[in-house]
């Protein structure tokens, strides 16, 4: 790691060295994040006021925040102490009062002795038919009115700070604002018309009105951008020393990926063959893969990892196949083994259900090579499983993993090529915040002749007319998933109501008919249900969310989705997707607790509309905001001060390029720009990412 530039450090110093800074007010600050300059020049005025000087306040619509030359008239103390003190004023036009509260009659005789001229600057009301200023914002004399800037920006900080403390500090704390370089690309900042640096941080603390406020304000835009870009320059930095910590060369003839394709009762989609060929172009070069597979559910990512996983074997090496649960890693089982095994492959389960001898049996074949290929969970990166020659890692389902996890699997072989899947269709501006430092491949195509799911809102008051449904779609052979409301707080509350709901369809529907899955089920009770839902014994699937990654049953058309209000869409569009894999029409009934409110509806109604897991996610961030869309906690989304992720996207993707053709021209930033963006690295606290260079 390297040292923060001297140039920084009056950014960097104490809070209580700005002017009425003491003690007490610095722990305010710090309780509200603000422990250092820096920390406060990056926080923008949420709103303004217009301070500008009217000749009076005849016809303006009171209430409102006017300023005002007054003649100071005669003063009225007050009877008691509970009573105000009124001032009577002259604005040239008309008289107001000025009003305080608990106030120190000698004070207020000093500062607004009678027939003295003040520019005073407040909210003026109607109360008992008298127009009347209470506690006046400002109470200036002629000769400093200029000092009250015509519009006069609010700062989001409260919590026991006042608006003049936080405004005070501010003003001291820009006047130590260094001189920057310019580590925007300047033809960059020329197209988008903004200031340099220190200008743009001055600007945006000087709105001159509302429109300086908003995101797209030239000065605050470019504080948002130099946000996102020392993001992005993170994230390719990251994936340019991945790049050079070295690879392996894997480039199989072709042969066993030939004989699966062909076993395969259909052509991969256009959009399949494009990723495969994105993969195994990566894989045949000698730098380290990491990849991102972008589809949606449904699209076939399954086939695109075989695909890269075979051409490891054909390479001579293993593969490995990460999933986040042990259904999915079964499942995965059951399909690829019938496919590989005839290919005379070895091709094991790794799971932490594995125990003596069966497991110790497992590492021995993966250390020998003689298993090629490996499904499992995150029973794969403990320690003791050894590959004999590891060369690819696929994570499938990337969300539910940490970016460790994944580090951890790779780290099992020597230059490992690493392949993440994810069927969360993440809106473009998240992905490349989120996934900056990977190669995106994404499946934009689904696999032909699926038939559109038909979505339908039901009230949970015909909760009857759905169970009849259930019924007729069971005699005619069909199956059916039903998912129980999502209860946040507690697994076990969750798994209750599966159980309830498990019985009452079970006394509607038959014995044998309904089978239940829920989390806390021990996994060996959990597979067995499963698997007689896979194999058509049972009909109807009671489940919690455990059912939303992965699992395919084609055959299953009717998907039942309790509270569908409680999901977000994301989620329900991952439900959704459970059903409509087969040649059949499918049916997905979202059933909600009336009343249902008007985002609610809105957001329902998406789901009705489209199938485009990529429109639902845009919206889905429209409707609720970044850090929601992919949960909070799991998300690892950077958190930015300035910068608007939502209506800030394109900034996000200039960004990216920038950082990344920068870095192809000056990998170890030792150009002037260079220079100038290890100093942005700094300014924004990611000193660590200068630790990526090689130069540090
Ligand atoms: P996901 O991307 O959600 O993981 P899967 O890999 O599970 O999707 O594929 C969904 C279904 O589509 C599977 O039954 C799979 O066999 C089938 N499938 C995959 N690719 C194709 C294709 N090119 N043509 C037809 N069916 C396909
Ligand atoms: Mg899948």
């Given amino acids: 790691m390297g040292t923060r530039p001297p140039k920084l450090y009056p ?65 009225h103390p007050p009877r008691s102490r509970t009573r105000p003190y009124r001032i009577s004023a002259h604005d040239g036009h008309s008289h107001f009062q000025i009003v305080y509260f608990h106030a120190n009659g000698e004070w207020l005789a000093r500062h607004l002795p009678e027939g003295a001229v ?60 260094p001189d920057m370089p310019e580590w925007i690309d300047p033809s960059v900042r020329a197209a988008q018309g903004w200031p340099v640096w220190s200008e743009a941080v001055v600007q945006a603390h000087a709105p001159h009105s509302a429109r300086d406020l908003s995101v797209d304000a030239p000065a605050r835009t470019r504080l948002a951008y130099d946000e996102v870009l020392s993001h992005q320059l993170t994230l390719a930095l990251a994936r340019a020393q991945q790049k050079r910590a070295k690879g392996r060369i894997t480039q199989g003839d072709g042969r066993l990926r030939d004989q699966v394709l062909r076993a395969l009762g259909f052509d991969p989609t256009g959009a399949q063959t494009r990723a495969i060929a994105e993969i195994t172009q990566d894989m045949g070069d000698g730098a380290r893969m990491n990849r991102l597979l972008q589809g949606d559910v449904g699209s076939g990512k399954t086939l ?158 015909r909760l009857d007319q759905v169970v009849a449904r259930l019924q007729n779609a069971v005699a005619e052979g069909r199956q059916a998933y039903w998912v129980c409301p999502l209860v946040e707080e507690s697994e076990v509350t969750e798994a209750t109501a599966a159980e309830d709901r498990f019985r009452a369809l079970r006394i509607s529907l038959g014995e044998g008919v309904v089978d239940l899955v829920h989390g806390q089920m021990p996994p060996a009770q959990k597979d067995a249900a499963m698997a007689r839902f896979v194999q058509g014994d049972a009909r109807v699937l009671v489940a919690t ?19 569908a209000e409680r999901f977000g869409l994301a989620q329900l569009h991952q439900l959704r997707g459970r059903v409509g894999r087969g040649a059949a029409q499918s049916t997905c009934l979202m059933l909600y607790d009336p009343p249902l409110g008007e985002t609610a509806k809105a957001r329902l109604g998406i789901l009705r509309e489209t199938e485009d897991g990529f429109r639902i996610a845009e919206e889905d961030l429209r409707l609720r905001g970044a850090g929601d869309v992919l949960g909070l906690a799991q998300s690892g989304l950077p958190r930015f001060q300035i910068a608007d992720l939502e209506r800030q996207a394109h900034l996000m993707a200039l960004a990216q390029d920038d950082a990344r053709l920068h870095l192809t021209r000056d990998p170890d930033l030792t150009t002037e720009r260079g220079e100038a963006l290890r100093l942005l690295l700094y300014l924004m606290e990611r000193d660590q990412s200068v630790g990526l260079l090689r130069v540090g």
Avoid: W
Wanted: hydrophobic content about 45%; aromatic content about 4%; glycine content about 10%.
């Fill in 304 to 461: 695109v990892a075989l695909m890269a996983m075979l051409c490891a074997v054909e390479a001579g090496g293993q593969a490995a196949l990460m999933v986040p649960t042990e259904i999915l890693a079964r499942q995965h089982m059951e399909s690829l083994a019938p496919l590989v095994e005839p290919l005379g492959l070895d091709i094991g389960l790794i799971t932490g259900r594995d125990t003596g001898a069966e497991r110790a049996d497992k590492r021995e074949a993966l250390r020998t090579g003689q298993l090629q290929l490996a499904i499992g969970t995150h029973a794969l990166f403990q320690k003791g499983v050894e590959f004999a020659d590891l060369r690819l890692a696929v994570v499938d389902e990337q969300h539910r993993f940490g970016v460790r996890q994944r580090m951890d699997l790779s780290a099992k072989g020597d230059g490992v090529d690493v392949l993440v899947m994810t069927a969360t269709p993440i809106p473009r501006s998240l992905a490349l915040s989120q996934y900056g430092d990977m190669d995106v491949s994404v499946l934009d195509e689904k696999p032909p002749g699926r038939k559109p799911v038909e979505t339908v809102l039901v009230s949970a008051g």
């Fill in 118 to 177: 003040r520019v005073i600057s407040g909210k003026m009301e109607v109360f008992d038919s008298i127009a009347q200023m209470v506690h006046p914002d400002h109470v200036l004399r002629e000769e400093d009115a200029q000092n009250l800037p015509p519009f006069e920006a609010s700062y989001p900080l409260t919590a026991g700070l006042t608006q003049k403390t936080v405004t005070k500090a501010m003003g001291d704390a820009l006047t130590r604002l």
């Fill in 545 to 563: 969310t455990v059912i939303e990654v992965g699992v395919n049953v084609p055959n299953a058309t009717i998907m039942v989705i309790e509270q």
């Fill in 11 to 75: 950014l960097f110093a104490e809070l209580t060295g700005l002017a009425g800074v003491g003690p007490k007010t610095g722990k305010l600050f710090e309780a509200l994040g603000v422990t250092k300059p820096r920390d406060l020049i990056f926080t923008l005025p949420s709103g303004g006021t217009d301070r500008r000087l009217r000749d009076g306040f005849v016809g303006v619509p009171l209430p409102a925040t006017v300023t005002l030359r007054a003649t100071i008239g005669q003063h």
